[in-house]
């Protein structure tokens, strides 16, 4: 998969650990209070939807249809610390003005799309588990009560 050059000069590439900065994640989920939860439910709709949009641009070859939805990702993923696909949704958006200007298609996009969505998957998956009690539990399900314990050798000769 090809590399995209973040507009800091950071690469970021295919199992880039740091999706999310999570010091600006818990700072904006603090201010928010019960309402980040409504935001990343936003987020999470909004996103699936200005995807889609950006999915079908490409397919169309409609380069005026990628600017909207990307600069909606962009913007929304960066309030949220998903800096990682605040960049990818960047390139598009400047890619695709550019190339209104020039009157042309972006084809050059197709694997940054691609990664768009890759990264925008593993961006929910990151706040659910961030923000869902049920997902944060360990493998092994709920200890304590309920649950045999596992030191009936403890006091024996």
């Known amino acids: 998969m090809p590399e995209v050059i973040g507009s800091e000069g950071s690469v970021l590439s295919e199992g880039n650990p740091n999706v999310v900065d999570w010091a600006l994640f818990e700072k904006n989920r603090a201010e928010l209070g019960p309402g980040f939860i409504r935001i990343i439910s936003y987020f999470r709709e909004d996103g699936a939807k200005s995807l889609g949009q950006i999915e079908q641009a490409m397919r169309d070859q409609n380069t005026t249809a990628l600017v909207l939805p990307a600069h909606t990702i962009k913007g ?10 605040a960049v990818i949704a960047e390139l598009i958006e400047q890619t695709a003005r550019l190339c209104i200007e020039t009157r042309r298609f972006p084809d050059e996009l197709i694997p940054n799309v691609v990664e768009l969505r890759k990264l925008f998957s593993e961006t929910v998956e990151q706040f659910d588990k961030a923000t869902n009690p049920l997902l944060t539990r360990g493998p092994n399900g709920p200890t304590g009560f309920g649950r045999k314990a596992n030191n009936q050798s403890f006091g024996r000769i």
Do not use: M
């Not at 929304?76 to 696909?85: D, I, T």
């Open 76 to 85: 929304e993923a960066r309030q949220l610390g998903a800096e990682p696909l």
